[in-house]
């Protein structure tokens, strides 16, 4: 009996993990100023690609872990004027944050 009990939790668990790795959207990212990339850039963990000033990538659909990659973004492409995950485009204490306070 505890064998199944602990095949039940771990599938369980692997489930769980599935469902929260799926949770991703697509999001948006418009800098300051245009970044110079002619390769697509790491956010996180997944691949964003650029033109101009803004990029377009994959980014998880809650919002602290949307707020960890729009800060990535920041560090790498200067300040980000503008931050959309799904449906939540970032306000303007979301972008004060994303940016370290700038």
Known sequence: MP???IL???LGMAAAQGAAASDWVGGNATFERPVRSDKPILGGESVWRCEGATCRGRTPSHFKSAQ???RELARWGGPVTSFQAGAVTFDAEAL????GGR
Do not use: D
Request: proline letters at 0%; one cysteine or more; charged letters at 30%.
């Open 96 to 99: 004060r944050r994303c940016n």
């Open 8 to 10: 039940a939790l771990g």
């Open 3 to 5: 064998r199944l009990m």
């Open 68 to 70: 960890r990659y729009c």
